[in-house]
């Protein structure tokens, strides 16, 4: 009997399979796998089952003869041999399986590489077949077996196998073409085409890609010495956010005082007055109030720029630990490099970009706080890279050799496209394991990251803007009405030259004034200059004195204003600068999200769809203010009798307030509805990317959670006895009504704005692959199997959870073959390891599995409104603010969150845009102006959806706008305008800068 060769490998799972003369499942499984990697589509015959094996010469993975590359999927490298080995390989003869344990020494590192060379020990083994396996075929799944050998000696050594020559380490992780022809039931994207892989692998070796090695100061000074010859030069870590330095300070700030037209004047005056004889007024009656205004000027930039350069000192000289050569050394910020590893302890700020390479966690995981980068609150999660999360000390990390090689520096601050290569294994490097300056670590005790970008080229600094001198409203427009001023003295000027001209010529012959008959034509128009001088006045210097002192005194105001402290945090109203104080009472559009703006972003699990039943009682604020807007009593569920939130939760939880018994009783009673409440639960507390923090308990445990939705439904299925419990790298562990269930987590296709929703693909305790999905409705009901029943009954249940203000999610799962899955997490690794258009790939690769999806049911999640809305909503519109609210919500939701915090009233007129094309949309905008020309006493509301902004903002998409896609946008936006409140729902992150962007430039 032919069995297959078994390596060494030291680490992974010991990969079984069946001897290929059965006919059992491992056997057919085995031949399948086989087929994919020639492309033969033809049944394994038994003369083909005995060809001989070999390894790959990279990876060590078992190959065949005829197979042209490694099936690894970690490595990909050609098996083909070079021209210069036919030679040597007429004389040594291929491994084959009649041979018997063997022991092999040889190096894996290229000839342009810095790792040292690897050792590998081969053993032969029998393969025992095992009842199910679904790891990935690379060389992780290889694993040495010293208790079992082969039945034959082996008779060659396989060093002396002749091998193909190395090819470049960027091609680690592609792809090989023998599997991507062969791809059956998934069809394969076009940049897995070989010659997409080739475009691919060009693009990936740019000279513009940033490389630092890990712990080889010698390597990287030399890297950036190579970046600076081709002007390209990297930053050190020192940040300057100040305008002027002591330098600098003279010249531009009176370039920028000079920017002002008045001042320009002003020193035309007093050069007059000191250079020439005209003037009729005193020397230094213009120049002296100059002076003093440009002083003061100054004095005020000064004051100001120092707390400026008082924050760089603080932050530049802030101290970090780093390490080297496995000690730890204190450092200032501004003198880490790009290369540098640091030791990040817990509160602590992130000097400089960072990938993280292992944390305090077991897993790799760690917290971080990016309040500072973009406002919000909850915590996001951070990964440590896969090859190093095990280094638990300084020693360990500073041994670490690799290569990262990763996008120039850009403002992107939600993606980061980049690989790294350690000891000849090479991952993709994204977003999920980068930690950018400006954010602080939390509920982690320390990380270790290293410096990737740093100062001036960090995410934080290239989003910031230059400090500017910034002029406001009132101040542009007291320079266009002083332009006009001027223009009135010198008509003025001319005026009296022309005149004093003509009257000097009519009396040149009076006897006291001899000089008038012998005045030059010079001396004439030199009356010109003397009127200018005279008449300047006409501009008052003190006008900006006044100006400055005022903004001073609003400024202090501003900053001592009791009734703009919070209390709470201990913030007072802080005015940075004084130039804008004016802008506060000029603003016209106030532009405002929902969620954590209207809403306090905490969500709460209200209700769910299940089987044609809603379970959850109860309303919410918005429902309460739709019922008194409707003055009816809304009719209660005959089950709401028995509500009781202790008999409901399996998990009691007080601050969960779920007291809808009937789940938990027909999940008890084997209720026909109780599989699909299991398969409910059980989505929701596996399909997720919650990390469990704290002791193993349901009433000690805490979900820390980048999404709030996701952290309300995983609390909901732990109360509800979906407990979930513990996580690995690789494993979702859940406690089922005391029964615990390990979920191995194979793929996570992530949630972003354009597709709004997310799945993962997991391999269940009963040995089937499952894919979870949830996300919104307008995306999930379109992927959902023919013929399924309750389809239509979840979407009217959702417009209802909708119109009480409930945040909708679908929910679904698809059980996966084998064969299915192994075909497209081909494709999905070569998109999660691709350096060119990554995220597209992945959305790519998401939807060839996202598809003909189970309806499992439908969730409701509550986002309250913040203390106060309504009221500052109503004060704003009293003070003639128009408010615009831009939601990714359902139309139902958005209008009545409108109502419930006063932006629409009962007495308004509500207009909706929604759907259609472009004519009717421009028809409907035709329409509604002329009625409102008819009636101009009434308020109106637009509301508006995101598939008519598509329509709407089409202009401002094409490079040329054609004349009807303009008219459209500038129909609407005088429609808006009109309107006393607006809200534009199902839209993306980039139509609401569309929005902004079109007003603003209006």
């Known amino acids: 009997m032919k069995t297959l060769p078994k390596r060494n490998r030291g680490h992974g799972n010991s990969f079984e399979m069946d001897d290929f003369d059965g006919g059992n499942h491992g056997n057919r499984r085995e031949a399948a796998y086989d087929q994919r990697m020639t492309g033969n589509s033809e049944d394994v015959s038994e003369s ?239 120049a002296a109030p100059l002076a003093l205004v440009l002083a003061a000027n100054m004095v005020r930039e000064i004051w100001e720029d120092s707390k400026r350069h008082k924050d760089d000192h603080e932050v530049n000289h802030r101290v970090i630990e780093v390490i080297r050569g496995g000690r730890v050394e204190e450092e200032l910020w501004k003198n880490l490099k790009v290369g540098d590893i640091v030791w990040v302890k817990k509160g602590s700020e992130f000097p400089a970009d960072l990938v993280q390479l292992a944390s305090s966690d077991e897993a790799g995981g760690s917290y971080i706080d990016t309040c500072n980068l973009d406002g919000e609150t909850n915590l996001k999660i951070k990964s440590s890279l896969s090859l190093t999360q095990d280094a638990r000390n300084h020693s360990q990390i500073s041994k670490a050799r690799g290569l990262f090689e990763y996008e120039p520096p850009n403002k992107r601050l939600y993606t980061f496209i980049g690989k790294v290569t350690i000891d000849g294994q090479t991952i993709p490097v994204d977003n999920d394991v980068v930690l950018l300056r400006g954010a602080v670590l939390r509920n982690t005790k320390w990380i270790y990251g290293i410096v990737v970008y740093a100062g001036k080229q960090t995410k934080l600094l290239m989003n910031a803007r230059a400090a500017q001198l910034k002029m406001s409203n009132v101040e542009r427009l007291t320079n266009r009405i002083l332009g006009a001023v001027l223009l009135f003295e010198i008509i003025m000027c001319s005026l009296g030259c022309i005149g004093n001209a003509i009257w000097a010529k009519g009396n040149k012959d009076t006897w006291y004034m001899p000089y008038l008959q012998s005045q030059s034509t010079a001396e004439i128009l030199s009356s010109w200059i003397t009127y200018f001088i005279l008449l300047n006045n006409y501009l008052p210097i003190s006008l900006y004195v006044s100006m400055e002192l005022a903004k001073l005194g609003q400024k202090i105001l501003i900053d001592n204003d009791i009734e703009m402290y919070h209390a709470k945090s201990d913030t007072p109203a802080l005015a940075r600068t004084s130039n804008l104080n004016e802008e506060l009472g000029q603003i016209e559009y106030i532009f405002s999200d929902k969620t954590g703006t209207l809403t306090r972003n905490e969500m709460e699990f209200r209700k769910c769809f299940i089987v044609n039943t809603s379970y959850g009682f109860g309303t919410t604020e918005i429902g309460a203010s739709i019922a008194q807007r409707s003055k009816g009593e809304k009719k209660k569920d005959p089950a709401e009798a028995d509500a009781d939130a202790t008999i409901a939760q399996f998990n009691y939880d007080p601050s969960f307030a779920f007291d809808d018994v009937r789940i938990r009783k027909r999940l008890e009673s084997r209720h026909p509805d109780s599989r699909a409440i299991r398969d409910f639960f059980r989505n929701l507390s596996v399909s997720h990317t919650v990390v469990p923090e704290g002791e193993a308990q349901p009433n000690k445990i805490k979900y820390q959670a980048e999404s709030p939705d996701e952290g309300a439904l995983v609390s909901a299925a732990k109360c509800l006895g979906f407990f979930y419990c513990e996580k690995t790298a690789k494993t979702h562990t859940i406690d089922v009504f005391g029964d615990r269930e390990t979920y191995e987590i194979l793929n996570i296709n992530k949630f972003n704005s354009t597709r709004k929703r997310m799945s993962c693909v997991v391999k269940t305790p009963e040995n089937k692959l499952m894919l979870y999905i949830k996300g919104a409705d307008n995306v999930m009901l379109d992927r959902l199997a023919p013929g399924q029943p309750y389809v239509e009954e979840t979407a009217e249940m959702l417009k209802v959870y909708a119109q009480e203000g409930l945040r909708t999610l679908v929910i679904g799962q698809r059980e996966i073959s084998e064969h299915e899955w192994r075909e497209w997490d081909l494709v999905f690794r070569h998109a999660a390891s691709s350096l060119v258009d990554r995220e597209d790939k992945l959305m790519e690769a998401a939807e060839m599995i996202e598809r003909n999806i189970t309806l499992v049911g439908a969730t409701a999640i509550e986002d309250k409104l913040q203390i106060g809305v309504p009221d500052a909503i109503s004060t704003l519109a009293m003070a003639g603010i128009k408010i615009w609210v831009l939601t990714g919500d359902k139309q139902e939701t958005a209008e009545n969150i409108g109502f419930a915090c006063n932006l629409i009233k009962e007495d308004m007129k509500r207009i909706y845009l929604l759907e259609g094309d472009e004519e009717s949309i421009k028809r409907r905008v035709i329409q509604e102006m002329e009625e409102m020309k008819k009636v101009a006493d009434k308020e109106y509301c637009l509301i508006v959806d995101g598939k008519a902004l598509l329509e709407i903002m089409r202009a401002q998409e094409e490079k040329q706008s054609n004349p009807d896609s303009l008219d459209l946008m500038l129909s609407f936006l005088d429609l808006a305008k009109k309107c006393k409140a607006v809200v534009a729902c199902r839209v993306s992150p980039d139509q609401k800068r569309q929005i902004v962007y079109m007003v603003s430039s209006s």
Request: glycine share 4%; charged share 25%; aromatic share 10%.
């Open 48 to 286: 083909e089952s005995e060809e001989e094996w070999s390894y790959c010469w990279n990876c060590d993975a078992p190959v065949r003869a005829h197979w042209e590359t490694c099936p690894s999927l970690g490595c990909g490298v050609s098996l083909q041999r070079d021209s210069n080995d036919d030679e040597h390989a007429e004389n040594q003869p291929r491994r084959s399986n009649s041979s018997r344990k063997s022991t092999a020494t040889h190096s894996e590192a290229s000839d342009d590489s810095f790792f040292p060379p690897k050792t590998a020990t081969s053993d032969y083994g029998k393969f025992k077949p095992k009842a199910s396996s679904f790891q990935r075929p690379d060389d992780d799944m290889i694993q040495s077996d010293d208790d079992h050998h082969s039945d034959y000696d082996a008779k060659d050594s396989y060093e002396d196998q002749p091998k193909p020559r190395r090819t470049s380490s960027l091609l680690h992780g592609k792809v090989n073409n023998a599997g991507a022809e062969s791809l059956g039931a998934v069809k394969m994207p076009d940049w897995m085409k070989l010659t997409e892989v080739k475009k691919d692998f060009i693009a990936e070796s740019s000279d513009t890609d940033m490389r630092v090695h890990m712990n080889a100061a010698e390597l990287n000074e030399q890297e950036a010495s190579n970046a600076k010859k081709k002007k390209r030069a990297i930053s050190g870590n020192s940040v300057i956010t100040a305008k002027y330095t002591f330098y600098s300070f003279l010249f531009v700030n009176l370039y920028q005082q000079f920017s002002r037209f008045a001042n320009i004047y002003f020193l035309i005056i007093a050069a007059l007055q000191l250079l020439t004889p005209l003037s009729p007024t005193g020397r230094y009656s213009t």
